[in-house]
């Protein structure tokens, strides 16, 4: 396990995420952003959630980002909703579950938006994350193309709490 706190970026966040990305390996980067890419201001701003079109969550740990998670939501023709996710844990914080906690957090927070699938695309060659996808989201849909795997999973409605038994319990004679 970690200790980190998952959670929606705050005021003090959005100065720390320039540093963050910039400590990112060039593969990391890659990874993350298909290109070697160091996000400037106007990409900051979309990272943070200010724009507004994304929902956002960071990985924090004794004050310091170690990762970051984004989710936008986009309508398709079908009436459901599908989220479009990205997720990036700081180079010394991989393989150690924050990127599975970010996921897991992101979905539910989609879920509860209304969204009936998350979509993302990986790097073939990123098989950490496609082996941590399928490890802990079972029904997770990968398709390859040349240059990606789109992996999409399905999102079921919450199940709502199984109630006991009323009979049981409340009825017996005394």
Same mark, same amino acid.
């Given at each position: 396990?970690?200790?980190?706190?998952?959670?929606?970026?705050?005021?003090?966040?959005?100065?720390?995420?320039?540093?963050?990305?910039?400590?990112?390996?060039?593969?990391?980067?890659?990874?993350?952003?298909?290109?070697?890419?160091?996000?400037?201001?106007?990409?900051?701003?979309?990272?943070?959630?200010?724009?507004?079109?994304?929902?956002?969550?960071? #990985? !924090?740990?004794?004050?310091?980002?170690?990762?970051? *998670?984004? @989710?936008?939501?986009?309508?398709? =023709? $079908?009436?459901?909703? &599908?989220?479009?996710?990205?997720?990036?844990?700081?180079?010394?914080?991989?393989?150690?579950?924050?990127?599975?906690?970010?996921?897991?957090?992101?979905?539910?927070?989609?879920?509860?938006?209304?969204?009936?699938?998350?979509?993302?695309?990986?790097?073939?060659?990123?098989? #950490? !994350?496609?082996?941590?996808?399928?490890?802990?989201? *079972?029904? @997770?849909?990968?398709?390859?193309? =040349? $240059?990606?795997?789109? &992996?999409?999973?399905?999102?079921?409605?919450?199940?709502?709490?199984?109630?006991?038994?009323?009979?049981?319990?409340?009825?017996?004679?005394?």
């Amino acid at each position: 396990g970690f200790a980190a706190t998952i959670r929606p970026p705050a005021d003090g966040d959005l100065a720390a995420l320039g540093p963050f990305f910039a400590g990112l390996s060039l593969r990391t980067r890659v990874r993350r952003f298909f290109a070697p890419v160091s996000p400037g201001p106007a990409m900051l701003r979309r990272l943070d959630g200010t724009a507004g079109q994304a929902d956002v969550l960071v #990985a !924090v740990h004794r004050g310091v980002i170690i990762g970051h *998670a984004m @989710a936008v939501d986009q309508a398709c =023709a $079908d009436a459901g909703r &599908v989220t479009d996710v990205g997720v990036v844990v700081a180079d010394a914080w991989q393989s150690r579950g924050v990127g599975a906690a970010l996921m897991r957090a992101l979905l539910g927070r989609a879920r509860a938006r209304g969204v009936t699938e998350v979509s993302m695309d990986v790097l073939p060659s990123n098989r #950490a !994350v496609l082996g941590m996808i399928t490890s802990h989201f *079972a029904t @997770a849909r990968t398709a390859r193309s =040349a $240059d990606s795997v789109t &992996v999409q999973i399905p999102l079921l409605p919450q199940q709502a709490e199984r109630q006991p038994a009323p009979a049981a319990a409340s009825h017996r004679a005394a």
